[in-house]
Structure formats: structure tokens, C-alpha cells
């Protein structure tokens, strides 16, 4: 069992950034970690995730301007969002995959970006 906590989310005008933040409650060493978003009426979408070996990968849509990393140390996964756009407004969600399946999932964090 893998307890997530988003934290960092908030308002920005375009063209900011934020950190996210995703503290774990146990060792997310050989844990595959991503985060996730949900904009209003659109369906939950992969942004970026980090294998277990520090390798990730981007939605398109993040590529170039967001970075996925992780502390083992701190047990916490960080999602860095640079040039930010009022199409990135979203609840992101931070996400613990196990095998095949995103078993364990935060409560999600509000980001909003203003035009």
C-alpha cells in the first residue's frame, strides 16, 4: 500500500511556472511514478512518468517544457512546469504504478493558469 500527497498546485499567470510536489509514504525506489491530469469534461491523461531506473517520458503536449524527477531519499516525485498555458489548467494527479496497472493515486492537486 503507497499513500500519495500532491502538493504545489495554485493560480499563474501564462507563461509561469510551478513545482509539484508528490510525497509518498513508502520507498518509491522500484516504483514506476507518474503524474496525471484531468481537465473539466476531458478524460484523465498521462503527462510524465519515471521508471524505477530514472527514464522517462512525456505526453507530447509536455514535452519541452515540463521535467519529471524524483528524491528516493524523500520518497517524493516532482513535476517541474515551465511556460505554462491556460490549456494546462487541470487537477494533476500523482500516481504509483505496480505491474501493468496505476494502482495507487493522490487526491490531486488544483493548477490553473490564466490568460
Known amino acids: 500500500q503507497v499513500s500519495l500527497v500532491e502538493s504545489g498546485g495554485g493560480l499563474v499567470q501564462a507563461g509561469g511556472s510551478l513545482r509539484l510536489s508528490c510525497a509518498a509514504s513508502?520507498?518509491?525506489?522500484?516504483?514506476?511514478m507518474g503524474w496525471f491530469r484531468q481537465a473539466p469534461g476531458k478524460q484523465r491523461e498521462l503527462v510524465a512518468f519515471i521508471t524505477n531506473g530514472g527514464s522517462t517520458n512525456y505526453a507530447e503536449s509536455a514535452k519541452g517544457r515540463f521535467t519529471i524527477s524524483k528524491d528516493n531519499a524523500k520518497n517524493t516525485v516532482y513535476l517541474q512546469m515551465n511556460s505554462l498555458e491556460p490549456e494546462d489548467t487541470a487537477v494533476y494527479y500523482c500516481?504509483?504504478?505496480?505491474?501493468?496497472?496505476?494502482?495507487?493515486w493522490g487526491q490531486g492537486t488544483q493548477v490553473t493558469v490564466s490568460s
Open positions: 513508502r520507498s518509491i525506489f522500484s516504483f514506476i
Open positions: 500516481a504509483c504504478r505496480v505491474g501493468i496497472q496505476w494502482n495507487y
